[in-house]
């Protein structure tokens, strides 16, 4: 199985709102990772979490929170966001972590701020 | 950090044979080079990777000179479900996507 499944595939949601996007894989892999995509934009790297522990935060704003509460689960809680949060939120997952892995994403989820 | 330069856009038409330029000047001693495919509002999806000279699989061929400043990814008689976004990537130090090549395939 080299699936990696997101929910909700849609999500609108208010700038007062908190709601939470999960990532789920069963490959056996200890890296799972968070992007974010604009519209026509290449993915840019949110959050690594290698073997459960976050190993990077590219400087994301504090209203978007990560989670992994095992290895197979992957969360990104969000409160209150802006309406420049709009975007494809993209999860993937490699064995390890290693710089050279494969990554294996998700369809992703569409957030919509209003 | 290692930055991959690639054409915004390119065309083709069914049957031809695509090849997708990237340069990777900084590239360093041990990285790799990968290549994933993303169609609209799906996930990249991964095509090929390769450290140097040439390597190929079912759906592409990754060809690296041996300066490995730039790497190519040739994709054989292309069809209209191979329109996508192409990117190249250089995992220098972790894995940030170029701006990636659009491609079109037309009848």
């Known amino acids: 199985d080299t699936e990696v499944t997101q929910t909700p595939k849609h999500l609108v949601m208010g700038m007062t709102n908190k709601k939470s996007l999960k990532c789920e894989q069963h490959m056996g892999h200890r890296a799972m990772y968070w992007y974010k995509q604009k519209a026509k934009k290449p993915p840019e790297l949110m959050f690594v979490y290698s073997y459960e522990k976050l190993s990077i935060n590219e400087s994301v704003p504090s209203r978007f929170s990560p989670e992994c509460p095992n290895s197979s689960l992957l969360n990104l809680h969000l409160h209150a966001l802006q309406p420049e949060d709009s975007a494809l939120y993209l999860c993937?997952?490699?064995?390890?972590?290693?710089?050279?892995?494969?990554?294996?994403f998700g369809p992703g989820t569409r957030l919509l701020v209003l | 950090l290692a930055k991959t330069t690639q054409p915004i856009s390119m065309d083709s038409y069914e049957g031809q044979e695509v090849n997708i330029t990237c340069s990777h000047n900084?590239?360093?001693?041990?990285?790799?080079i990968t290549w994933y495919q993303q169609f609209p509002s799906q996930g990249p999806r991964f095509i090929i990777q390769g450290y140097k000279t040439k390597v190929t699989n079912e759906v592409a061929s990754l060809f690296i000179p041996a300066d490995r400043k730039s790497s190519t990814l040739s994709l054989p008689r292309v069809s209209l479900s191979d329109t996508a976004v192409y990117y190249c990537l250089v995992q220098s130090p972790d894995m940030r996507f170029g701006a990636g090549t659009r491609l079109t395939v037309k009848p």
């Open positions: 900084n590239i360093a001693t041990n990285d790799y």
């Open positions: 993937a997952s490699s064995h390890d972590g290693g710089r050279w892995e494969t990554q294996y």
